[in-house]
């Protein structure tokens, strides 16, 4: 298919039937058996969990649960705003239970447990008669709550407790915890809306509105959902929230710390944005709740601007390796097309909302290029905020390195840790969906998942070794045999696809629809797919206006974008340089970081400077070197320093 | 000379005689008439002076001397640190009479004495009986007085107004400033040395020192030696003042902002630091106080203390400009050869200071290699800091901007307009220098000077169209007869020099010395040298160790480092390659930004990319283009906005 294609980049998106809404198939009904994310999950589980737990101990995220003692001082406050890092908090506990109860889907420990259970507990006790939980609040600043919506982040923790209350109902069953949110929830409720006895803010830092929607698919409860729409409907409106917010402080609006309100996308009314702006993790949390909105409600005008928005974002303003956000003073968004690669923020939070916005886009519309970005994000600029032990984490996700730029065991703002924790841990919701005659497989990860389609079950079972290889085998097992419609996605980088049916060829062509082989039949008791991806090492360019990349190539196979590592090549990474003809080969080398495809190919190294001058008018000398090139998101798992993922071509 | 060469970057340095140590001709001695530096005076002059005064006005810096009025509220708090950009004030007024006393020496003018003169007269109204003076602590908080030398910079205020005491004393022969000055400086002598009775403590920003060295130089007063030496002495010892005094405030010494003693260079004794860190403005004014006290003190360990961190700074960490200081974070160094290009904070001031140290350097050693970097720093990285029309400033001075990094009238810390003003308004000090039976041309500038050698007088016409052109033809006039070495400076840079006196060719080759020809003769009433250096176009390559830099080029003739400006180039900047093979012409375009020499080459503009993807597999191509740049100094002149020194080489 598409082998007129040269480039992997513009999209098929020939629509030849209206999309139908697809949903998730839950995690707990998909189980990763590859050798990839089936071991990051069990790293997740059994270090992750055990070490963050660890490091909050330490660093005193629980003690703020006890509410009854007095608070000690401020361990992180931030230098610059009146704001700390304590105020976060709650969110990072959150986000803990939420990774904790995904591990507990497959693997029951009664210890963790416990564990999960006392926190529970404590939550339980230390929330407010009226509903109101949030630790700094409760034990600091009592007068100060929801005084400041735009800063302090009150919303953002109901926000994430809400999604761990939600995750840990539905793994374990029991109520401890979503008991004690619903009531905070329905607090928030009677404190914000449209009423003249409510008030009509919204939060800094988005990520309560997507929270809500879940929770309203979990319980069923509408008042959930309006509220969501109320918070995403609000945001920008005039007279401005956080205007009159801080009148009523008795602060000058404009003496905020970023200076705009396209810091929080709250400049304008949603529906009026059309550029992707401001902090990067606020933005795609934003942007995953307006998706969910415009499909929970159908909204036209909704979904329209989360396209503009996608087709700002991925034309204009994405690393190669999915991450986002280039600068570290907004940790967000600045200018179209400006890319640095050493400076790169692209905080590792951002990258798993693109994940997460890409998911629900992809839901809604039924469209491969949402997956083939969040097949992008998932395998670079989100994986690489992981080490290989599970124990370090990068906040900022670098596209270059000369050295100096290490994962780190613990950070005043931790929120990067189970935020890749959990999306690693419940990574099977990603894999499959289902909508009525249809079945879609949107990643390629062997394993074993159980769906429902049209009220019947079908199991499928993928074997691939992809994302090293593009050979899968699919075998699908219906209860009875069933007609309907298995969607299976041909990544954008692919640039040739065969496809069989029990061994029999099939026009894949003919099949395709917005991306996906779109393979509609009567599906027996058993049946054998077999999808042959052609996956080529491929040399990537960027746009010229992307001025750090001109004149440079990157490397990518697959999913996989690639770097060279010092660790990796004889000469100093900052000194290489690939001809342009020069054939790049792939292998793979089961005994390096547990198992990796890696690159080779002929390159020069620049050098034979021989003397201690800065500068001089002789050209300094080249001598051939070979370049082996490692997955992106496996770099700084040794003791090596220097990385770049563009490479100068010559 | 050197023809054999092939690089400008080794500098000559056989010294064939012990070096003498030189005093510069005085600026009042110095009448520049050429086409650059000339024009920038009258600038400075005409409206930088006026500018910022009426900047200062605007932003209540002359209303902090009215001492007897109650302060209003703060008005430019810095965010992250216990200070405020107020407690900085002093220094900028003080900067200001600096450069409008300068500016007095050749054109008196009535109504700016009669300013300058209210301005000293305020000052003496607010200060102490005790001598001490500094509007912020006087005003606002009397009883924090020398409590935090560390961060609250009242020593480093206090060396601008000695500085500018001086100044405004030799330009008008007025005591109204100095002798409050002097007061100040008592006082300060009492509170600091090393007594049982005074304070250890020295400034976290040197400044004092190289001000007190010229206070004494001018007074004759020993003391004021003394003291500075005891502030270089006492820097970095142990016990810690800086902790000491921190510990006296009850704070954690460890809790200071930029977690580092490096930030101030007072992290080991001065004369064990061999590595130029922290923050590059205080770095280049403590090496300079350093290389004043070594000379005053004929210190040889503090001399070769100077030597190494000249090494280090001049063979790792200089930009090709003559900037310094890569990182905002610290204002100051990082690594070895990082050197980034977009994001390079390369301040005014640090340029401006490493102007100030080559020259204390170039007169303690007389050898060439401290005045090819003065020179550099003085047309690249330091000019770059004033506009043309001298109302815009640069406080960073990166070598690459996507746009976006524009001039500004006015900076929260406004510290570089007056600091390369008072530069430009006395740059006729830096021309010459005289020691016994020598005087020294350092810079090639059109114009005439005074000097004295062995007490009689000689004057100097230098006619040259240098910058733009090699050739410089110098008039010897002395009121008799008289031997003496005239010290021609060869600049590094070149690899060609022709000399002829009186008409004659001499051997050139024989006559260097540390960069310098030595022409020894018995000078007449009237002599003739002319001077040929070949000035041709290059192409300067950067150590490899420069990650930025390695597969680009940057573009020089002469002194000069040139870029691509948005303005002269067809293709936008970031896109342009220059083949290695492709010449590269000069010209002088007499209309252009008052009149530069530019240099033109045919180069490469990468394009053609038809698509809104931002990467695929397919290389962009690429057109011929006309390439046209400009002296990297004066760039950002025009409604222009990118810019790039160093450009692709294919």
Redesign the interface.
């Known amino acids: 298919m598409n082998s007129s294609r040269?480039?992997?980049?513009?999209e098929p998106s020939v629509s030849t039937q209206p999309a139908r809404r697809h949903l998730p198939v839950p995690f707990t009904a998909v189980d990763l058996q590859d050798e990839l994310w089936a071991a990051r999950q069990a790293v997740v589980r059994e270090r992750t969990v055990p070490f963050l737990y660890g490091q909050y101990e330490k660093n005193g995220l629980f003690e703020a649960l006890d509410v009854d003692r007095p608070p000690g001082p401020l361990r992180i406050p931030f230098?610059?705003?009146p704001t700390t890092a304590v105020m976060y908090w709650d969110s990072d506990i959150a986000k803990w239970i939420e990774m904790a109860s995904y591990t507990l889907a497959e693997h029951r420990d009664p210890a963790l447990e416990a564990r999960v259970d006392d926190l529970i507990a404590r939550i339980a006790k230390a929330q407010r008669p009226d509903g109101y939980f949030n630790t700094y609040f409760i034990r600091r600043e009592p007068e100060k709550r929801w005084t400041n919506l735009r800063d302090w982040h009150e919303l953002y923790c109901a926000g994430h407790l809400i999604e761990a209350a939600v995750a840990h109902a539905q793994v374990t069953g029991k109520s401890n915890l979503i008991d004690v949110i619903r009531r905070y929830a329905d607090y928030i409720a009677r404190v914000f809306g449209p009423g003249s006895n409510q008030r009509r803010g919204y939060c800094g830092h988005p990520e309560i509105e997507l929270a809500l929607v879940k929770l309203h698919r979990f319980t069923g409860d509408r008042r959930y959902l309006d509220l969501a729409r109320f918070f995403v409907d609000e945001r920008g409106r005039q007279p401005h929230y956080f205007d009159q917010e801080a009148f009523a402080r008795g602060e000058d609006p404009a003496a905020q710390?970023h200076g705009t309100y396209e810091y929080s996308q709250s400049h304008i009314p949603v529906r009026e944005q059309r550029k992707v702006v401001g902090h990067a993790v606020r933005a795609m949390y934003l942007y995953s709740a307006m998706a969910d909105i415009a499909a929970e409600f159908d909204d036209a005008s909704l979904i329209a601007t989360c396209k503009t928005l996608w087709a700002d974002l991925?034309?204009?303003r994405?690393y190669?390796t999915g991450g986002l956000g280039p600068s570290a003073r907004n940790e967000g968004f600045t200018?179209d097309y400006?890319l640095?690669n050493?400076?790169a923020y692209a905080e590792t939070c951002a990258a798993v909302g693109l994940i997460f916005w890409a998911h629900r886009m992809l839901l809604a519309e039924g469209d491969a290029r949402y997956a083939n970005t969040m097949e992008l994000a998932l395998y670079n600029g989100a994986l690489s905020g992981l080490s290989l032990d599970g124990e370090r984490f990068f906040y900022d996700n670098p596209l270059a390195s000369?050295?100096?730029h290490r994962r780190w065991a613990w950070h005043r703002c931790p929120c990067c840790p189970p935020n890749i924790g959990r999306l690693v841990a419940s990574l099977g919701q990603y894999v499959y969906s289902t909508a009525p005659g249809e079945a879609a497989v949107h990643l390629y990860i062997a394993g074993h998942a159980r769906l429902a389609v049209d009220g019947l079950g079908v199991s499928l079972q993928q074997r691939t070794r992809y994302p090293w290889d593009g050979a899968v085998q699919l075998r699908v097992r219906a209860e009875q045999p069933v007609e309907f419609a298995l969607r299976l996605r041909i990544p954008g980088w692919c640039r040739s696809a065969r496809l069989a049916i029990n061994g029999t060829p099939v026009d894949i062509a003919s099949m395709m629809d917005r991306g996906y082989a779109h393979v509609r039949r009567r599906w027996q008791k058993e049946d054998g797919v077999n999808l042959q991806l052609d996956m080529p090492a491929?040399?990537?360019?960027?746009?010229?206006?992307?001025?750090a990349d001109?004149?440079r190539?990157?490397l990518k196979r697959g999913p996989i974008v690639y770097c060279l590592e010092a660790a990796d090549n004889d000469a100093?990474v900052?000194?290489v340089?690939l001809p342009?003809s020069n054939p790049i080969e792939p292998h793979f080398e089961p005994d390096l970081l547990t198992g990796v495809g890696v690159l080779t190919a002929e390159g020069v190294a620049?050098?034979g400077?021989k003397?201690?001058?800065?500068?001089?008018?002789?050209?300094?000398g080249a001598q051939p070197i070979m370049l082996r090139a490692i997955p992106y998101s496996f770099w700084s798992n040794r003791d090596s320093e220097e990385m770049s993922v563009w490479i100068?071509?010559?």
Request: glycine fraction near 8%; charge should be negative; avoid cysteine.
């Open positions: 040269n480039s992997p980049a513009p230098n610059d705003r710390y991925t034309t204009k994405l190669v200018a400006d640095p050493e400076t000369r050295g100096g491929e040399r990537i360019y960027a746009n010229p206006e992307i001025g001109v004149g190539v990157a100093p900052h000194r340089a342009r620049v050098g400077w003397t201690d001058a800065l500068y001089r008018t002789d050209p300094p100068p071509e010559i």
